[in-house]
């Protein structure tokens, strides 16, 4: 798959992830921004192969707008490495001047959250020690350095901004003025729906499950037809079904929490180095 699309316009943005660590949150801010353009729907998933790569460049195109100084798109699948390989270097074969943004968040709390996640989809069913020993895929998604590495063999440093999650929703101002700098635009810009959060809800309740469901209605499903402010208003709509309702978090028993601490100590590490930033809210 090579060249350029004839119409439409391919991104210069790309939220790589990571899952529950609120790109979804983040999207919402940026296309707020008056010159930024977001996709609808979020996650475009592309440059997974097994996923809409097949789809092919004229597709992806279609969802972003040319006059747009920044274009963006919101994919976590993209750090789902090994289960999903190759998306750094196919990202690189069409954007490779694109800037990226990777959020994170307490390695062990984003755990907990994809563990609670799954079974509000009804994709897990096992208790929670068992799944997170069974599924290779929980730990290696926290292990943020071994996600990020493999985009350093394509892109440089520069192009790649690490949020912390804690930050965006703590420190929410001065996590997205950084945020605007990165991307070169306007830094001042606010809006009021900045004080909202999107799907905080997790867990096995009827409102997230609600929230899953309305994914596969026509209405939402194409929403990238609609003009800006409606698809503003069917977002805000769409997110106003999970309010409330949580569940509480089942916590981690002393042997487990040992035997994932350790590989996620040694990888949060390696990304404080890298960034520079401390994370000092983390458990690891």
């Given at each position: 798959m090579t060249g350029k699309p004839s119409s439409g316009a391919l991104p210069n943005l790309i939220v790589i992830g990571s899952m529950k660590c609120a790109t979804t949150s983040l999207h919402h801010y940026l296309d707020l921004h008056p010159e930024v353009q977001m996709s609808s729907p979020k996650e475009l998933k592309f440059f997974v192969e097994e996923l809409n790569w097949e789809r092919g460049v004229e597709w992806y195109a279609r969802h972003f707008d040319p006059a747009a100084p920044v274009r963006g798109e919101s994919s976590p699948q993209y750090t789902t490495y090994p289960r999903w390989q190759g998306v750094p270097a196919r990202m690189r074969s069409y954007v490779?001047?694109?800037?990226?943004?990777?959020?994170?968040?307490d390695p062990i709390e984003r755990m907990v959250s994809h563990y609670l996640h799954m079974c509000a989809s009804g994709d897990e069913r096992r208790e929670l020690p068992a799944a997170l020993r069974e599924n290779p895929s929980y730990l290696d998604r926290s292990r943020y350095w071994f996600q990020l590495e493999p985009f350093l063999e394509h892109y440089p440093r520069e192009s790649i901004l690490v949020v912390g999650a804690e930050d965006l929703i703590g420190r929410r101002r001065e996590t997205l003025q950084r945020v605007f700098g990165f991307l070169g635009v306007d830094r001042d810009f606010t809006s009021p729906e900045f004080e909202r959060l999107w799907e905080t809800t997790h867990g096995k309740n009827t409102k997230f499950r609600l929230l899953l469901r309305t994914r596969k209605w026509p209405l939402v499903r194409n929403s990238h037809r609609l003009p800006q402010n409606a698809r503003w208003l069917l977002e805000r709509v769409?997110?106003?079904?999970?309010?409330?309702?949580r569940v509480e978090r089942p916590g981690l028993d002393e042997g487990l929490r040992r035997e994932i601490e350790g590989p996620l100590r040694d990888d949060a590490a390696r990304l404080r180095e890298f960034t520079g930033q401390d994370f000092a809210s983390w458990s690891v």
């Open positions: 490779p001047d694109a800037k990226l943004i990777f959020t994170v968040r769409k997110y106003s079904t999970v309010g409330g309702g």
